[in-house]
């Protein structure tokens, strides 16, 4: 059974910042595709950023220059530095990851964790 821990986020004010953290504590190997997902309330859940085991990553347009992925393959363990923080930034934050990318283009995973809320107002 995979459990998933999103921790680290946090009420700040715009231009702040927070980092999230995801931690996979059932994975005894690395997923190859890990990301992080939001979901503003009423809206639905869009990737923000994903990294591969080899270290590509990628990026909303909206979060582009502002957030940093990263992971660390040993501990199956996934950050998200959050730069700059707008209000629109503001929902619950979700990682998973899987083996493909249509897996995470199309969330096609079999559980979520309970998320992290990340809200920024001033």
């Known amino acids: 059974q995979e459990q998933i821990v999103e921790s680290g986020g946090g009420l700040v004010q715009p231009g702040g910042s927070l980092t999230l953290s995801c931690v996979d504590s059932?994975?005894?190997?690395?997923?190859?595709?890990m990301g992080w997902y939001r979901q503003a309330p009423g809206e639905q859940r869009d990737l923000v950023a994903s990294?591969?085991?080899?270290?590509?990553?990628n990026y909303a347009d909206s979060v582009k220059g502002r957030f940093t992925i990263s992971r660390d393959n040993t501990n199956n363990t996934v950050v998200l530095q959050m730069n700059n923080l707008k209000p629109e930034d503001t929902g619950l934050y979700y990682c998973?990851?899987?083996?493909?990318?249509?897996?995470?283009?199309?969330?096609?995973?079999?559980?979520w964790g309970q998320g992290t809320q990340v809200t920024v107002s001033s």
């Open positions: 990294i591969t085991r080899g270290g590509n990553t």
């Open positions: 059932e994975k005894s190997f690395p997923l190859l595709i």
């Open positions: 998973n990851g899987g083996l493909l990318a249509r897996t995470m283009a199309k969330q096609d995973f079999p559980f």
